[in-house]
Nanobody, 117 residues
Framework: QVQLVESGGGLVQAGGSLRLSCAQSGSIFGLNDMGWYRQAPGKQREWVARFTSGGKITYADSVTGRFAISRDNAKKTVYLQMNSLKPEDTAVYLC???????????WGRGTQVTVSS
């Protein structure tokens, strides 16, 4: 019942910036912890950032200081601002919504981010 629609992926040069967006429908946005994950070919899915329904923000060590997660409850959208991008950031970035009442996870289809060297 939760749909996540992502946008903002693309090709960027190393050192550049990109902002990903994830718009949610079909649920009460404020009841969801929102997060970003990524998965590169041949690698396991990696947690990137989380913004809980209560306002707590956390980041993976690999992106701390470079990425910033934010959310707009009125727009039911979560964002990931990615700065100082590196080739190793290349991956499919996935939006996640975790319902804090039901503990059900919903996932977007993912958006490709490619950082050229």
């Amino acid at each position: 019942q939760v749909q996540l629609v992502e946008s903002g992926g693309g090709l960027v040069q190393a050192g550049g910036s990109l902002r990903l967006s994830c718009a949610q429908s079909g649920s009460i946005f404020g009841l969801n912890d929102m997060g970003w994950y990524r998965q590169a070919p041949g690698k396991q899915r990696e947690w990137v950032a989380r913004f809980t329904s209560g306002g707590k923000i956390t980041y993976a060590d690999s992106v701390t200081g470079r990425f910033a997660i934010s959310r707009d409850n009125a727009k039911k959208t979560v964002y990931l601002q990615m700065n100082s991008l590196k080739p190793e950031d290349t991956a499919v970035y996935l939006c996640n919504a975790h319902n804090i009442l039901t503990n059900i996870d919903s996932w977007g289809r993912g958006t490709q981010v490619t950082v050229s060297s």
